[in-house]
């Protein structure tokens, strides 16, 4: 009799089981609509199709379907992160790389501990999922399958007909949810698959058409000879805090005061919107397509990017005299993209020179980022003109903690920012409240402007052009619904002629651009430089 009842019961669990991982949504938005959760179409198909099989034959096609089923909910909550974060569904081809940031940065704000023992919680969790499903599909085969008992067939064949023409009355329900979800959402990501493929065999065909390639070195960007040419990546600044009522006053009026500050040392801004190919995460998307000059919008375009000859914007720089280097805080290993990029010097976490704590997964602030950058390079002033590529940090999630901007002279070797490095709540407790996270953030991209504005009134001379984007817009979380991927840019420098060619463009004079600024995607930015600056 026990034995039955604990048959039963894992039956009874494998069944509710399925219906949830079949009936689970892959967008947070939709765990509150009530048809969602509906009978799936695919649970009383999938009961009739184990049990047309026989038994021997079941014993096979159970466990293929209790892996099928856990596969289609990691897919689905990889989708939820994927689209909190990143706005698309999750490339299962490609995305499966993006685990290694994930963790570091996962590691890096919660602790290696927590982070281990959620990562053990999860294994956990989806293996005895597995291992129930598996138990109870197999114990349903016994049950439904042609060697059952005719009255116990009859009767689940039944309860499962009925199962399957309340799941089909689902295509008239007016509430938008689908009965077959699982299978539409199946087909979504195999036509997506294909699409990038398709998109990926166009990309190619239009990087071997680059005639920037073959311009003659004294020609190439003869317009900034003599320039010290910085790209400064902001993290996460995107269109939404000049415009979104719940950062613009704060931002707005630091822009105002910059310009005001670049204004005194003899600077002058010009300022517009990039299309930017990713969001909420993977900057070196960003960093990728503005290198190249084509839009590498995913994983996949990353990689098979890597692997090519398209002339990078370092090597073009390079050609034309200067001395090029990416400045990477992040890194704190090998970078083997520089095969492809081929800076001259990379600087990250290992040779920076920094011996303070980290601020979280942050490896320093943005403020010892650039003191490091004047006092190897700038600093120098019987060296080649430089082009840099730097991606500051500060501005990273979890954007807890946030130093002050202090002194020049006291950055020394970062020790002083030790004080602030575990100042306030840590990132566990402040993302437990969206406010708070929202809050952050804004003070974060505050910092990030401040400390860039006054590094170049700081150290800025007449030979320097710093030319500074976002990367990307944040999460959600931080835009809401329906925001664009643009990010604004803007340029520095004392240079009257570098302003003018930015005014023929349509920039906006000073840090604030408006509706009517240029708006580029951020793949023209490479060809528009070499066409604009070069010599006829």
Known sequence: MAGRIGRASAVAVTLALAWLLLALPNQVSAFGRLGQWFPPLELPLLLMALWCVPRRAARFVAPIMAVALLLLAVIKLADMVALQAYWRI????????????????LSGTVG????????????????????LMT???????????????????????????????VSLSGFIRPDGAHPGESSRLVVEHVAQSRQNLQDLAALKEHAEQDPIAGMPAGKLLSGLKGHDVLFVFIESYGRTVLEDPRYAGVVRSRMTAIDDELGQVGFGARSAWLVSPTVGGQSWLAHATLQSGLWINSQRRYNWLLGTGRVSLARLFNRAGWRTLAVEPALTREWLANRYYRFDQVYDARNLGYEGE?????????????????????ADTERAPVMAEIATLSSHAPWTPIPPLIDW????????????????????VVWQDSERVRAQYLKSIDYALETLASFVTHYGNDNLVVIAMGDHQPASI????????????????????????????????GMLPDQDSARWGMDALRQRLIEGFGAP
């Open 90 to 105: 999750f490339d299962p081809i490609s995305d499966w790389r993006l685990i290694g940031p994930g963790w570091n940065v």
């Open 112 to 131: 290696a501990e927590k982070a281990g023992l959620l990562a053990v919680g999860l294994v956990a969790v989806l293996l005895s999922i597995l291992m």
């Open 135 to 165: 138990i109870g599909l197999l114990l349903l085969t016994r049950y439904g399958g042609p060697d059952s008992p005719s009255r116990l067939r009859v009767t689940l064949w039944s309860i499962t007909g009925g199962l399957l023409l």
């Open 358 to 378: 980290p601020f979280n997964w942050v490896t320093m602030p943005d403020q010892y980022t650039y003191a490091a950058l004047q006092r190897l390079e700038l």
């Open 409 to 428: 002279t006291q950055v020394g070797d970062g020790r002083i920012f030790n004080q602030w490095a575990r100042a306030g709540d840590p990132p566990d």
């Open 478 to 509: 931080i835009t809401g619904e329906g925001a664009s991927m643009d990010v604004p840019v803007h340029v520095m420098t004392r240079d009257a002629s570098v302003l003018n060619q930015f005014d023929a463009w349509g920039w906006r004079v």
